[in-house]
């Protein structure tokens, strides 16, 4: 509220809205109160004040039921009632907040918000409370823990806050603009300006923002846009207090004069409905705070800073009996506020008391409140006696004292292993008789138990756990295995949950607060899509694949290019990789490695994921490697594909590749040698590793130095002999990789223990060499090596978590030898150069390789596994997206599907075996980027919008629906496009039905773009289509949906379609091209066209009539209702007609621009759409039925497209 113009002594203790106004303790107050002593001569201090056991409260009439201190002689800045619990927060001019339970106003909590500034407003969430001072904004848990704590520019001045949605927050003051917050990220999202500054009162209805400012004005503004809408000039001079209620606002404040400001006795109330003023309500009181308690009726609550209360209806007059009188200790009263049930009223005053007033003896606070939390009493001081001849007695009751040494029963885990209750196998009689419909299995109960009795046979086998199972066997008792619940949650298997909306409500920035794009997991081999985001963060395969564009219809490098730019694109916003994975589906080399799983594998997580992706991994270089090792480019796709590339070997070669000699020496003495390359190698470990439990150490270096130099005897062709010989062979290296790629081959328990016991010598030796001092045969304990780390020792040692399950190093050193053998040794950073400096890198053929990745294989028996990646994410791609954080470094990400989270780097070298297994790792040469051209030159020409052949055989010229481009109506940046596009069915929606009869949405029906239309928007031959390509497909059409599309079968085969039938490649690239050059798409449902088709648009390049004819919180309005009423049109007749849907946007646009006068008169179009939907309602959103069935897509129209 604004104080100017009270009392003197009131504007000692309010916020400085003015810079007149400094907050001071007042001086007529008792200076003696500071100091917490006595306040009457009797010597009771206030805090001992008695309160009357039993209060007499009429019904229905507001009475005074308790008074209580919130803080000795510091005044109540801010009241507010919880409106999650029965509690009562109190703030004041100190900083200070306090808490009170329940109508008898028990302290609670009590904590300090602030050091200097006073609390200026409460506002209460489920989980925590809002704490606004001048320039901060405070989150803290109801005891007093802090959640988040957001600083404001030292140039704010706030005052006022009010919650638009669970997670959106305004925050106004002094200042000309108001700030947006999302309460998740704990970011300012936007910033509205004000064109009169001073907001210092905010309230919000089902129509507007209400915000009140200190010049005496009452602005009503847009929910959506945040624009003016209306203007109230409430007083001459200032604004106190205002509410609204229903249709009614009602203002109070003060009125300029010759001598200052003076309270102005009359409430200044408007009608909301005709927006004008009606009879203003003079009352008895010198009004300074004002509320609206609507019980019976819309009855006002007004009240003076010096205590008197009165009440009246708005539109009525005052009765001044109606009045009553609040006794505060101090002078005056400084905050107000209401219950949300209406049945308590709150007051603070200048002495720092609190007055609960209620109009019943026990009320409540709120219609429905939560249980509070209290803390537990101590029991230290009454404990019960135990008997302990009974054997049920929980010793949990005996208190043990906390102490910093090990416990007894803390068992080392040495000692100790978890014992699993397994699930009882299902009766063998149940299994024989049962029948199954859909996934659900019927059988008669064979009477053998008792009904919903199991019982538990615990047998020693049990047990034992295989850390490399899969699902148990029965759902019953899973919760109950300890080793399910190591998994961390980040690194689950992320589902998506939809709704009636699909995927509109669901949030994903609670994923993923990044501003990097996540990959959606439904789509049917979505496991790859952590090695999908591993390709994008090499920063030469990004630009490489980028600019790639070849003729061949599924060809993986373009369908990843065009994945990339949407990657690109994103900010935070999920992508999902459809086409690729469509164009990967139809390789016969895939299916024939086995890379493509059905649905009900990749959902119960049967097949390995680990050897599945370690198989992609080779299958996806080796695919990328072929398709850019093709130099012939068409005309029509010529673009900077071959930049990168001059000789016959592909960029995919010169990064990846490593050339070898093959070397076969048969037992005659003739050896054979042979040239050869490979893409990544694959680890070998030593013979007899799993035997071997001495710890003997083996660094990771030499296990790859094995691997690569690989040495086998193993029986070979010999010419010599002319037979099968045994042959020793061996490979050494001619060229090494700038990325090396190494599958870790972990399938099965024995490299699991190998990977697990080198951690564990990696460890002790890791301790031993921080230990220092610490002699050999001491043993080390965990309070010397925290010693280690403190500053005072000068040595910094990485914790004891950073180095468990450790063995794989972030570098390794690799050297050429003139006897063309390999040294490999792990390196670290500050580590001399083994073989010489680091500038003479590539004249002594010493290279240094960084870890860049790790794809990981989660076990986790209750969603059958999941494939996640750590990635250490370069520079240029924070720059690129702008990270308001200002990360320019390098950061580890886990990339989890759409989950992505940045982590330490030492989490992505740790491996528990038992649920964290390493499938795949990435390694590049340092200062690799320099070395390639990254520039990127969009290869997609104006070409492909030409005229081109179709595919389908019986297609006539008589039947083209539309007319290409011309070379002179190429467009241009913000010409407009009409866009429909209309859709077929591959999958079906999967669903279960719950027990309450609701439906959950498991998996959504997969659709495929079939027919996508692009018509002209301006110019002579505005309307007429430019792009009606219907989409062919090699996968089966479930359904046509011809009722809503107007696809009917046949329409998409090549061999009896009539349609112009293209490639979905082929159309992509035209969507792509005008997306590139900047054109304006308008259309009905966009977002849904957008998605399907896999394109990622910048919203700025949207124009959809969806929300452009939508008012908040209302449903949204059909195309075909739509052009009813405004353009008189009936359309969407039999079946929907992508021309005719495309050309009805576009002139809903034209309408909408001509309506609301390009924007400029959102007031005049807001009332064209309250007429729209009140239409609506009447007419059930049902368009009449025709006498004749008429479309606007006339013969008239048909004949102007076959003229030109």
């Excluded at 649920?915 to 520039?935: D, E």
Aim: a negative charge; proline letters at 5%.
């Amino acid at each position: 509220m604004n104080f100017e113009g009270l009392d003197p002594g009131l504007a000692e203790y309010a916020p400085a809205m003015h810079s007149a106004l400094d907050p001071v303790l007042d001086a007529h107050l008792n200076p003696s109160l500071l100091q917490n002593v006595e306040l009457d001569p009797e010597g009771v201090a206030l805090e001992a004040l008695p309160v009357q056991e039993s209060v007499h409260i009429m019904e229905g009439v507001y009475s005074e039921l308790h008074s209580v201190v919130a803080e000795v002689g510091v005044p109540v800045s801010v009241s507010h009632f919880d409106l999650h619990e029965e509690m009562l927060w109190v703030g004041s001019h100190g900083g200070h907040a306090t808490s009170f339970f329940g109508p008898t106003l028990e302290r609670y909590s009590s904590f300090q918000v602030n050091g200097s500034d006073d609390i200026r407003q409460i506002q209460s969430l489920e989980n925590g409370i809002l704490f606004l001072t001048k320039n901060n904004l405070k989150y803290m848990a109801r005891g007093g823990l802090i959640i988040f704590d957001y600083l404001l520019d030292e140039s704010e001045d706030m005052h006022s806050l009010l919650l638009t949605d669970s997670s959106t927050l305004l925050i106004g003051g002094l200042q000309n603009h108001i700030l947006e917050i999302d309460l998740n990220t704990v970011q300012e999202t936007q910033k509205y300006a004000v064109e009169t500054p001073g907001v210092t009162i905010m309230r919000q209805t089902n129509r507007f923002f209400f915000c009140g400012h200190t010049s005496g004005k009452v602005s009503l503004r847009d929910l959506r846009t945040f624009k003016v809408e209306h203007e109230f000039d409430a007083f001459s001079g200032s604004l106190s207090d205002f509410d609204v209620h229903g249709n009614l606002l009602a203002t109070c404040g003060f009125s300029s004069r010759l001598t200052g400001l003076a309270c102005d006795r009359f409430l200044k109330v408007y009608d909301l409905r005709m927006m004008r003023a009606i009879t203003p309500l003079q009352v008895h009181v010198d009004p300074a705070f004002l509320r609206f308690i609507p019980t019976y009726t819309s009855r006002l609550a007004i009240i003076s800073q010096s205590g008197q209360c009165q009440f009246c209806e708005p539109t009525g007059l005052a009765n001044p009996a109606d009045i009553f009188h609040v006794n505060p200790v101090g002078p005056l009263l400084m905050t107000f506020d209401v219950s949300a049930s209406k049945q308590a009223l709150a007051f603070g005053d200048s002495e720092g008391c609190v007055h609960l007033w209620t109009d019943s003896p026990e009320p409540s606070f709120n219609p429905y409140s939560r249980e509070t939390e209290f803390a537990l009493p101590c029991l230290v001081d009454s404990l019960p006696p135990l008997d302990w001849s009974q054997d049920l007695l929980p010793l949990s009751l005996i208190p043990v004292p906390l102490t910093a040494d090990t416990l007894l029963s803390d068992w080392p885990a040495a000692n100790s292993a978890p014992a699993p209750r397994r699930a009882p196998p299902v009766d063998a009689e149940i299994l024989r008789t049962m029948k199954k419909v859909g996934f659900i299995g019927y059988a008669p109960n064979p009477r053998t138990r008792l009904r919903n009795q199991i019982p538990y046979r615990l047998k020693e086998s049990d047990s034992e756990f295989d850390n490399f199972s899969q699902v148990t066997e029965s759902p019953i008792g899973r919760e109950e295995e300890p080793h399910l619940h190591m998994v961390s949650k980040k690194y689950r298997k992320v589902t998506i949950k939809y709704s009636k909306l699909g995927l509109e409500d669901f949030d994903f920035k609670h994923y993923n607060k990044t501003l990097f794009a996540g990959l959606e997991p439904h789509i049917p081999n979505a496991y790859c899509n952590c090695m999908i985001q591993v390709l994008y963060f090499l920063e030469p395969v990004r630009c490489l694949i980028q600019n790639h564009l070849c003729q061949k219809e599924f060809c993986l490098a373009c369908e990843l290019g065009f994945l990339f730019h949407m990657l690109d694109l994103s900010r935070g916003d999920p992508c999902q990789g459809s086409n690729f994975l469509r164009a990967f589906r139809t390789i016969p080399e895939a299916s024939a490695l086995g890379l493509i799983l059905a649905d009900s594998d990749e959902a119960s997580g049967k097949g390995n994921l680990a050897r599945l992706i370690q198989r992609w991994n080779r299958f996806i270089l080796t695919q990328l490697h072929q398709d850019l090792q093709e130099l012939e480019v068409p005309q029509a796709y010529r673009g900077a594909g071959g930049s990168f590339c001059s000789s016959g070997d592909s960029v995919i070669g010169q990064l990846f590749s490593c050339e070898m000699e093959n070397c076969s020496l048969c037992r005659c003495g003739s050896e054979t040698v042979r040239a050869s390359s490979t893409l990544l190698f694959t680890l070998s470990y030593p013979e007899g590793s799993n035997s071997d439990k001495t710890g003997k150490n083996c660094d990771f270096a030499q296990v790859l130095k094995r691997s690569i130099c690989l040495e086998q005897n193993t029986q070979a062709w010999c010419d010599n002999c002319e037979k099968y010989q045994p042959t020793i062979q061996t490979r050494n290296i001619r060229h090494l990789p700038d990325i090396l790629v190494i599958n870790c081959e972990v399938n099965s328990l024995k490299e699991a223990d190998f990977w697990r016991m080198q951690a564990e010598v990696a460890f002790k030796m890791a301790i031993k060499k921080h230990s220092g001092e610490i002699s050999k045969n001491k043993e080390f304990a965990l309070a010397d090596w925290k010693e280690l780390g403190s500053p005072e020792g000068m040595l910094m040692c990485p914790s004891i978590e950073e180095l468990k399950n450790v063995w794989l190093p972030f570098s390794i050193q690799m050297k050429m030898t003139k006897n063309k053998g390999l040294d490999v040794c792990n390196w670290t950073d500050g580590a001399e150069m083994q073989w010489g400096p680091a500038r003479a890198e590539e004249e002594h053929g010493v290279y240094v390789y960084d870890l860049m990745a790790t794809v990981v294989h989660i076990l986790d028996s209750r969603t059958g596994g999941s494939l996640v990646a750590h990635i250490k994410v370069g520079e240029t791609y924070h720059q690129r997206k702008e990270v308001s954080e200002g990360v320019t470094h390098q950061q580890w990400y886990l990339f989890n599907d759409f989950l992505i989270e940045p982590i330490d780097k030492h989490e992505a070298v740790q491996f528990d075996m038992n649920w964290k297994v390493p499938a795949i790792l990435y390694y590049i040469k340092r200062n690799l980027n320099s070395k390639y051209n990254l520039n990127i030159k969009n290869p997609i020409e104006a070409n492909v919008l030409l005229a081109e052949a179709s595919l389908a055989r019986k297609q006539r010229k008589t039947h083209t629906t539309f007319i290409p481009l011309m070379l002179n109506e190429m467009p241009q940046v913000g010409d407009l496009v009409g866009l429909d596009a209309e859709f077929v069915t591959l999958n079906e929606e999967e669903a279960e039905l719950r027990s309450d009869g609701t439906k959950s949405t498991i998996k959504p029906s997969q659709m495929s773009v079939a027919r996508i239309t692009c018509v002209r928007g301006q110019g002579p031959n505005e309307g007429i289509p430019f792009i009606d390509d219907y989409i062919s497909t090699q996968e089966q059409v479930v359904d046509y949906l011809t009722q809503y599309s107007g696809i009917k079968p046949g329409d998409l085969d090549a061999k009896i379609s009539s349609k112009h039938l293209t490639t979905l490649k082929s159309t992509y690239l035209k969507l792509r091209f005008l997306i590139d050059i900047g054109v304006k798409f308008v259309g009905h449902g966009l977002q849904k066209d957008f998605r399907v088709i896999n394109l990622m648009v910048p919203k700025d390049q949207v124009l959809d009539t969806v929300y452009l004819f939508h008012m908040p919180r209302k449903r949204m309005i059909s195309l075909r209702f739509l052009a009813w009423y405004f353009l008189d049109l009936k359309i969407q007749g039999e079946t929907h007609d992508s021309i005719e849907d495309a050309r009805t946007a576009l002139q809903l646009y034209r309408k909408y621009l001509e309506l609301s006068k390009n924007g400029t008169e959102p007031e005049s179009f807001h009332k064209v759409l309250k007429g729209l939907y009140e239409k609506g309602r009447k007419m059930d959103w049902k368009v009449p039925e025709p006498e004749g069935q008429t479309s606007p897509k006339s013969a008239a129209v048909f004949s102007s497209v076959l003229a030109l």
